[in-house]
């Protein structure tokens, strides 16, 4: 089907990196030779190998780009798909296949050689244009990252009906997100849902649609298919047995990838403990899951920050002692309603990110470290150094109690932490299992203390060493923006001591007890040093691009694993914090607006006259 040089095509056309700087007429010239194609969910509409002879470009629906392993990458409406190849004259490079119900503007090698012939100056506009995106594009695969979804279906599948008050909280929540439609949809065949979505979608608009999981799986199935992202809604389980999977499930799963499903766990009211969440998640794949109190509408505006794209993400760095600075940082968010939507971390960063994620105030947290790491001084307990330099029972012990035997699935607030995996040679991001056991992954340092092992025999230690900020991993996890904390010394680090005074294993035994020269660095001051200029160096070759980092600046005097200075910095951070948010919210209401002056204000600061004392 010939496309009509209707206005609305015309412009969908000019949003196309490759046409953007063409003339109105040129367009027109172009539509007059395209044709519109109708791509079902899971279809195939590009096969690896094949001659490219076609370019295409999406008006509805989105595609996946299919890497070895699975998506590598997602194309939405008015992006092109396989332009590269096209004005090449090459082969596709990879298959790409349609992950809902789309349509696509289908231009022939034919039609654009028709056009160009008739238009000077067409082809090099275009090569030019081709040739930038060249120089942008890698020969790395990289895993699919999310993006928000456009048009979003809510479908409840458990075995009671949806209730009329989630219908109503997520509504209301819904509305403070302008562009944004809610629909519930009851089964009502009069009402054609398909319609609807695609509707809103020809409007520039996003929609979420509600629906019973009762209704004909036939056409769940469909709903599925014609929307960027599903939400699965069950209610708590009882016990830990998995939830069955249903024929409403089922369907779903038939037509959106794992990537795209999400999981919405509703519990009764606020004084419900969430628990057995493992039921739900254990035998299904989903990108995340949700808590749901009803009856408490803070959980139901972060549901809707997730929905819309909008979700906040907290990312901590490690650096011991020093995440007394995150806790002060975090206390002045929430007094100043920065909402954290989603929390991770590396190391002290993982520790601090658990203890947010349960729901703890940073007070009492700072008050638990204090317990931990100074009355009982958890790491200054030597033991013979076969497995590590550190008993490691009292640090464990202390661990169970605080964090409990809670579940990471089970916390309020979804949360990873990053650990160093000597058995697959990479990066793990810890998302499963009890708490304290990946908060003790994240953390063990290499001969400090010994390693965390898991069930299966996997063997982590501290996730420093490869990602001390892992700000890939919560873009990997969520689409939206992201706050990142990462500590920064503003001295450059000398040493005045002669090296070749530094003593023998005589010397060194006695200098465990008795304090005198030379002033040699410590192991510990030494792993400080090296986590801090890590991640320097990371962040100065990751794009920070929509995201906002701020750098704390570690106390002079202060150590590594220096808990009875961390109260003071504590302090200090929380009070740096809280004055540079008073003074952005005086300027904007939009959160990420405060939290990016926040940023230049912090990051352009030095020491403060404040400083912990030695």
Request: hydrophobic share 45%; with cysteine.
């Amino acid at each position: 089907m010939v496309v009509e040089n209707a206005p609305d095509a015309i412009e969908t056309l000019r949003a196309v990196p490759v046409f953007s700087d063409l003339e109105t007429q040129v367009l027109a010239k172009i539509l007059s030779v395209a044709e519109r194609r109708q791509i079902g969910s899971e279809s195939l509409l590009i096969q690896r190998g094949d001659p490219a002879s076609d370019l295409f470009i999406v008006l509805r629906g989105r595609f996946a780009v299919m890497g070895p392993s699975g998506p590598i990458a997602e194309i939405s409406v008015g992006e092109p798909i396989g332009e590269l190849a096209f004005f090449a004259g090459g082969v596709r490079s990879a298959d790409v296949i349609a992950s809902r119900d789309s349509e696509v503007l289908a231009i022939s090698e034919d039609g654009y050689r028709e056009v160009a012939g008739q238009v000077a100056g067409l082809e090099r506009s275009i090569l030019s244009s081709v040739a930038g995106r060249l120089a942008r594009v890698t020969t790395a695969s990289p895993r699919l990252r999310p993006r928000p979804g456009r048009l979003v279906a809510i479908v409840s599948v458990g075995e009671a009906p949806m209730s009329p008050l989630f219908a109503s909280s997520f509504a209301s929540a819904l509305g403070h997100h302008p562009g944004w439609q809610f629909v519930q949809y009851k089964g009502d065949k009069a009402h054609d849902p398909i319609s609807l979505l695609q509707s809103c979608e020809s409007q520039g608009n996003g929609a979420v649609i509600l629906s019973d999981g009762a209704a004909d799986p036939a056409v769940l199935e469909r709903i599925a298919a014609n929307c960027d992202t599903i939400y699965v809604l069950g209610s708590q389980p009882d016990g830990p047995d998995p939830v069955a999977i249903g024929a409403a499930e089922h369907a779903i799963s038939r037509a959106v990838l794992p990537e795209n499903r999400h999981l919405i766990v509703v519990r009764n009211g606020p004084d419900e403990p969430i628990a057995h969440t493992q039921a739900w998640t254990a035998p299904r794949e989903f990108a995340l899951h949700h808590h749901v109190a009803l009856g408490r509408d803070g959980d139901f505006a972060r549901l809707s920050r997730f929905v819309t794209g909008n979700a906040l993400g907290v990312v901590l760095c490690g650096g011991g002692a020093f995440g007394s600075g995150h806790l002060g940082a975090i206390k002045a968010l929430v007094e100043h309603g920065i909402a954290i939507d989603m929390i991770g971390g590396t190391s002290a960063g993982a520790a601090v990110a658990g203890a947010v994620a349960m729901g703890l105030e940073p007070e009492r947290v700072m008050d638990l470290c204090e317990e931990v790491f100074v009355t009982s001084k958890a790491l200054k307990k030597p033991t013979v150094p076969l497995y590590s330099v550190i008993d490691h029972h009292t640090l464990d012990r202390s661990m169970k109690e605080h964090y409990g035997l809670r579940r990471i699935e089970d916390l309020p607030l979804n949360f990873f932490a990053a650990a160093t995996s000597l058995t697959k040679h990479d990066l793990s991001i810890l998302r499963t299992g009890e708490l304290w056991r990946a908060v003790r992954a994240s953390g063990s340092i290499p001969a400090l203390l010994p390693p965390m092992v898991s069930d299966d025999g996997e063997v982590f230690i501290d996730g420093a060493l490869i990602d001390n900020v892992p700000i890939s991993a919560m873009r990997d996890l969520k689409a939206g923006p992201n706050l990142v904390f990462n500590f920064r010394q503003e001295n450059e680090w000398r040493v005045r001591s002669s090296y070749d005074q530094l003593p023998g294993r005589f010397g060194a035994f006695v200098r465990l007890f008795v304090k005198r020269k030379p002033r040699f660095p410590k192991v510990f001051s030494i792993l400080s040093r090296t986590m801090i200029v890590s991640s320097r160096r990371q962040l100065e070759h990751i794009s920070t691009e929509g995201d906002v980092v701020i750098e704390l600046v570690t106390p002079h005097g202060m150590g590594f694993l220096d808990w009875t200075k961390g109260r003071r910095y504590f302090e200090r951070s929380y009070r740096e914090m809280s004055a540079a948010l008073a003074v952005a919210a005086r300027a904007s209401d939009d959160p990420m607006v405060q939290l990016a002056m926040v940023a230049e204000a912090i990051n352009a600061s030095g020491e403060r006259d404040d400083q912990v004392p030695q």
